[in-house]
Each structure stands twice: as structure tokens, then as C-alpha cells.
């Protein structure tokens, strides 16, 4: 054969279970019309079949990466070792692909669109554009996959992630689950994990309970993870990473995300921005779905919505800029986003930080969540009132946000100078007010969201919908600007 025989091809793609209805017909006839390459073919699964065996670790129970019975797989076996046999190939190759049982089934479907609930999933690649899919193996493994996402079964007990996030809770009875990554594998002992693959860059092992083998490709030493740790599948030794479990849809948070579009949210959530941009105090909206977005350097993810999209910061360098309402002076100002935290490291994580913080400006806003996991308003030059329970000088939130770590969660602060007040806002809801006896206009201008400060203020996250209005929201309005953007039920 040479190099650009066709039938290399078609060899690849039925050994990767990419192979259409047309490919497959092309592949059997040439198994018929030349003896020569059916021993080919017969060497070339057989080398496949190996490679794939040694591809994982050994675990108790694994079963084969091929998608057949197991006695048809006996049967398999014993056609792939005997060129006599061939004829048996032939029809095997046919049943494989009309009768070849489930890897995983669609359990739910949450503005997928190509896979339906209750659809069965072996060994095809999938795309998925938008949205999530909780699925259950066959093993009893819970698989959530976050688009956009390529990824293939290869076998109830292998998955391969071209791209995407994925969570995964595997049960005792599929110990050995593995996902292979373009740079490495992830192999579970018993335990929850996240694996995350970018379109660039390596994949990352995010451990939330229990034990995984991490190896990265290029002759990488194997690595245990145990609870808590997380590890970047670099070419040969790989490095370590600061845990971001809430960086993964659980199976748990599916059914409310579910619920939530079925109820028309979404809908209310773009009524409700609709109205927002009508508003002739708005400073600025950004809910990241225009292709033409601020400077900087972040990742864009899913958003809130399927589809929708989200900047997300997770590295020192990771930060955009933004440059709204020039010098002014804002006697009043509400600040509002929708965050999902990824973890809520010491001792800041910045939200918005103006450019600066000089006496030459009294008023510069830097709104961030403390080490206290509060939210805080601070303003330069402004001061506490006589009494204040602060402890650092600035207004704080008194709710943490903790509680809400691992799900998208609605902040706001109210800022009033003339009435000298910081309100905060948890999830639609008055949480705190503090009084300040020096209380400066506002001011905006130059401006970072994410990370803006290597040394202390480090935002590991997704944002949504970002809001800055010139004027002082009532507690009914923030609480209906929550009940509309919602995405839970």
C-alpha cells in the first residue's frame, strides 16, 4: 500500500468509530476483493486493540475500548488472530455497527440540541455548540459535559476530550474511568474530578474528592491526586495548579439549570437587560455577547445561558479593560454582575478597579470580594462614620459569598454620596448598609475587571452581565434584576 491509499484511511476511521455508513460499505468490499489487505486489516486492529489496552492504567473490572458484547468480543478476538477467519470479520464488521450496545446514556440535556434526553452514545464524535449534557455511563459513571465541547466514547471506561469541560462521579462499579486529553490522561480511582481541555493550551485535573492518576503525554510520570489538588497535563512532567472545582457544572446543579429555561428565564433575563439599556442613567452593560469586546487577556466560556458567553479569569496575567464614564463625578452609582467564583483566594478578588487609587482623584471605585468572602465598596478619600463596625476602613458586605461558591451568584452594591450610604446585595436580596462620614462623588474612567494586581487581587471566575448605572437602584428594583437573570429554578 502506499501512503496515499485510501484504505489507510477508512483503517483509521473504523478504529476510531468515525466511519460512516459510506466508508464502512468501501472498507467491507475491500476486505472481500483483496486478500493481501484483510491480513493488512487483521494486523493493523490488532495493533490498534493493543495500543488501546496499554493506553490506561490496569484497574479491577476495566473492560475492553471495543463497543461489542463481551462474547461477541471472544468471538472478535479469535477472527483478529486467524486470517482464515475472515469472512466472520466481514459480518462482525457489519453487526458492529447496527448493534454495538451503549457507552452512555443522555440522562438530560440542557440546551444541547443534538443529543435528546434518553439518547444513546457509543463511539461517535460529538460536537456540542452550546449548552450541557448530564450522562450516565454504562458503569453508572455521572458525566456532565459543558459546550463547546468535542469529545468521543471510546468505551463505557474511556473518554477522549478533543475539547471542553467535564465533570465527572464515578461510582465504585466504574473505578478506572478514564478521559484522555490531546495532553494527557486523567485515570479515577473512586472520586469526583473536573477535567478541563481549552481549544490551546494543556488540560488541567481538577480533583474534588477521592483519587486520580494524572499522567501527561510525551513520557509523563505517572501522578496521584488526591482530594483538593489539581494538576496541568504539560508535555512529560506536567505542574501543579490551584483547585477551581467550581469551574465545573455538577450533575446536581443540572436539574435547576434545566427547570430554568424551560421556564422562559432566559427570556425574562433579555426583557429585563432590554430595559436596562433604555435606562438614560446607564454607564455601561456588558453581557460579553458582542463580538467586539474590551481589551485584555481572558478566556471566553459559556455564560449563564447556553450559548451565551463569558469572559473568564483565572490566571495572574488574565484582566480586560474598560473605560466608562469618563472623569465625571457620580454622586450615585450601582455596581451589579453575575459571578460564578472559581475559588476565593486571599486576600482580594478584584470585581472593578479604577486605574490608580490617588488623593488626586477622591472617589476612585474598587469594588472586590475580601478575604472575608464579603463584598466591598471602596472609595478613595471616603471615611467611616463615628460607630462603624468595620474593622478595615471600607464598607462590607456582611453575608459571605462562600456559600455560593460553585454556582452563578448575583452581587450589587448601591453607592449614594449624598446620603453617604454603601448598600450591598446578595442574590436580589438587602444585605448590608454602612454609613461613611466623608463620602465623595464617585469616579470612574479607566478601569480593570479580573485580575488587576499580581500581588493581591487575583479573580478566579466567570462574569456575567456587568452593570454600571449612574444612579441609586431601589432594593425592588435590584431584586427584580435578580429574579429575571436567574438561571436557576
Known amino acids: ?21 459510506e466508508t464502512t460499505a468501501q472498507l467491507q468490499q475491500a ?26 492504567l490496569p484497574a ?30 466481514i459480518f462482525a464488521l457489519s453487526w458492529w455497527h447496527a448493534e454495538r450496545p451503549p457507552f452512555a446514556t443522555v440522562a438530560s440535556g440542557v440546551g444541547a440540541g443534538s443529543l435528546a434526553n434518553g439518547a444513546q452514545v457509543c463511539g461517535e464524535v460529538h460536537e456540542i455548540k452550546e449548552g450541557l449534557l448530564d450522562m450516565i455511563t454504562a458503569r453508572g459513571a455521572r458525566i456532565v459535559i459543558e459546550a463547546p465541547a468535542t469529545f468521543r466514547f471510546e468505551s463505557a471506561q474511556r473518554l477522549r476530550m478533543m475539547h471542553g469541560r467535564i465533570s465527572a462521579d464515578v461510582p465504585p462499579a466504574a473505578k478506572g474511568f478514564t478521559v484522555i486529553t490531546p495532553t494527557g490522561r486523567a485515570v479515577d480511582l473512586g472520586t469526583k474530578f473536573g477535567v478541563d481541555v481549552p481549544l490551546h493550551g494543556e488540560a488541567e485535573i481538577h480533583v474534588f474528592q477521592g483519587k486520580v492518576i494524572a499522567q501527561s503525554a510525551g513520557g509523563g510520570k505517572r501522578r496521584s491526586l488526591r482530594d483538593g ?37 432566559r427570556a425574562r433575563s433579555a426583557a429585563a437587560l432590554a430595559a436596562m439599556r433604555r435606562d438614560p442613567a446607564l454607564i455601561a452593560l456588558l453581557d ?6 474590551p481589551p485584555g487577556h481572558y478566556r471566553i466560556v459559556q455564560g449563564r445561558w447556553p450559548g451565551s458567553r463569558a469572559p473568564e479569569f483565572v490566571n495572574v496575567a488574565d484582566r480586560m479593560k474598560l473605560d466608562a464614564g469618563g472623569d465625571r463625578a457620580w454622586p450615585q452609582l450601582t455596581l451589579a454582575a453575575w459571578v460564578r467564583l472559581d475559588r ?42 463615628p460607630g462603624s463596625d468595620e474593622r478595615h476602613g471600607f464598607p462590607d458586605s456582611l453575608t459571605p459569598v462562600l456559600s455560593e461558591q460553585g454556582r452563578w451568584v448575583h452581587l450589587a452594591v448601591v453607592y449614594d454620596s449624598e446620603k453617604r450610604t454603601a448598600r450591598f446585595y446578595l442574590n436580589g436580596r438587602f444585605d448590608k448598609e454602612t454609613r461613611q462620614e466623608i463620602a465623595h462623588p464617585a469616579r470612574l474612567g479607566p478601569a480593570q475587571i479580573g485580575n488587576w494586581d499580581q500581588h493581591d ?27 429575571a437573570g436567574n438561571p436557576y429554578y
Open 344 to 385: 476565593l483566594g486571599a486576600p482580594y478578588q478584584s470585581l472593578l478597579h479604577t486605574d490608580g487609587w490617588s488623593k488626586n482623584k477622591p472617589g476612585q471605585v474598587h469594588w472586590m470580594l475580601t478575604h472575608s468572602t464579603t463584598m466591598r465598596l471602596a472609595l478613595f478619600g471616603n471615611t467611616l462614620a
Open 31 to 56: 476486505l472481500r476483493d483483496d486478500p493481501e489487505f484483510r491480513s493488512l486489516f487483521l494486523e493493523y486492529l490488532n495493533l490498534d486493540l493493543a495500543l488501546s489496552a496499554n493506553a490506561v
Open 1 to 21: 500500500m502506499t501512503p496515499n491509499d485510501p484504505r489507510l484511511d477508512w483503517m483509521r476511521q473504523y478504529a476510531e468509530g468515525t466511519a460512516s455508513a
Open 60 to 89: 479491577p473490572g476495566s473492560e475492553t475500548v471495543v463497543c461489542v458484547p463481551q462474547s461477541r468480543w471472544q468471538l472478535w478476538r479469535l477472527v483478529a488472530t486467524a486470517a482464515a477467519a475472515c469472512a466472520a470479520l
Open 229 to 265: 489538588e489539581a494538576f496541568a497535563l504539560q508535555s512529560g512532567a506536567g505542574v501543579t495548579r490551584e483547585l477551581r472545582s467550581a469551574a465545573f457544572v455538577r450533575h446536581e446543579e443540572v436539574a435547576s439549570l434545566h427547570a430554568a429555561l424551560t421556564a422562559g428565564q
Open 457 to 483: 487581587r487575583k479573580l478566579s471566575g466567570r462574569m456575567d452581565e456587568l452593570i454600571l448605572l449612574g444612579r441609586a437602584m431601589s432594593d425592588g428594583e435590584v431584586l427584580a434584576l435578580f429574579d
Open 288 to 293: 460579553f455577547e458582542s463580538p467586539d469586546l
